[in-house]
């Protein structure tokens, strides 16, 4: 495509305008004033007829897919291969999203005369998590008088994935991941005998008569007795509840919010999510093998326990997208679906919410479908404006009463969840939003530790 530039524009009102005043003006000078802009028509045309390939024999290459962390920098790394024998420059541009904020909106590039593919870096910053595509990115050069300006623009097919930034979630945890001392991740003392078997030996004086394995004893005519290790290997799931209450703000988000104005306020799906990805860590660092299962009204993904770092990642690209959904969480679903695929006792720790008593309710009828076969740990975090009575001293006006009324309501109502899931072997905690993730593993940690799966 060329379209006229901003010089031909300049131009023509420097010479066409006034000869055209002056030949409308004064007879004598028509003539003349006419040749003059023939001549300048003449010299556009030839420009425009001598330019248009300038385009051509220039290529470029980006990558497939582009991997940058929220709020961090990033750069895309992209190749132009310009196969003509001379030096042209050329303006490039991409089309952001809002949430992809770039260094420059266009790069104004000098390429040589070379054959080689030369690099180029294109810095942004992703400020939400998700998956941005571009399919297209748009060149601009200017013809050989730059009376014109020539652009086009290649299919690219480029996909930039903005994953979650776990650095502050790293740096609460630092101690857990040192490998060294009592508060190395892999230095707690598990409590117990184990509950792997591993093997049959005689019985020794002391032994107790719960360990000794009557069969054997009966087929060999003298006790023998059980030998049981500690489990080196054992799943661990993380669900992920991404329906409607997932898409509220947190607490602490919206006070940053109001102290930085550029803040964008978090929802609690987003700690949900780091803190699956720092469970995974977790997991791996301590031997175990990590899963993942996020659902709303139906199951959206399930990844099967596996480790390793490839398998990390695997999970990581399955969550970096994950969006609430404005529809209620199908907990009948959820649980059926985890009887038939979870044959294996695990460690199955939810993410949820569960301050709406209905959907509480639909939790606790349907839990008793897994809660004999795995361990599970139940957490959500603490909603907004939950407290006890008369906890607060700045009450101003009667909307601070009635506010301070619900929040009341809405906290007893959990604490009797909390007793109801108890009865049944399921521990639920409401978690603060600063300590949320540290907890989910030192829980994990206590787990592991009593020897619970």
Known sequence: M?????????????????????????ADVVELSAGIIVLFVFIVMID??????????ITVEFPGVVRLFKNKKGRIEFYINNTGAK?????????FPDRLIPDHEVLSIALPPEN?????????????????????CYWETSSLLGFWSLRTSPVINMEVRVYPDLTQERKSLATLFLNRGIFGIHAQRQIGQGREFEKLREYVHGDSYD???????????????????????????????ASRLSSRTTEA??????????HDAEIILERFINTALIMGLAAERQGDIFGLLSFDNRVRNFIKAKNGKSHYHVCRDSLYALKPQIVNPDFDDLFTFIGQKLRRRALLIFLTNL??????????????????KHFILVNMLK??????????????SLDDIYRDLGGNITLRSLLEIRKMLRLKGVPFSMLDNENFCSEIVSQYIAVKQRQLI
């Open 2 to 26: 060329i379209i006229p530039s901003n010089r031909l524009l300049y131009f023509f009102a420097l010479i066409v305008l006034p000869f055209e005043v002056l030949g409308s003006v004064f």
């Open 383 to 396: 909603p907004t404006g939950v407290k006890s009575l008369f906890s607060r001293s700045d009450i101003d």
């Open 48 to 57: 425009a007829f001598l330019s248009h390939l300038r385009l051509n024999g």
């Open 116 to 136: 080689n593919p030369v690099p180029f870096t294109w810095s942004c910053t992703g400020l939400a998590r998700g998956n941005y595509k571009f399919e297209k």
């Open 211 to 241: 360990q000794i394995h009557w069969k054997a004893t009966a087929r060999r005519n003298r006790p023998v007795t059980k030998v049981f290790q500690i489990e080196k290997t054992q799943e661990v799931y993380v669900i992920i509840d």
């Open 87 to 95: 030096k042209r420059t050329i303006r490039i541009g991409l089309a």
């Open 355 to 372: 301050d709406d008593p209905v959907l509480a309710e639909n939790f606790q009828k349907n839990i008793e479908l897994i809660a004999r």
């Open 253 to 262: 988000s919206l006070e940053n919010k109001g102290l930085f104005p550029g």
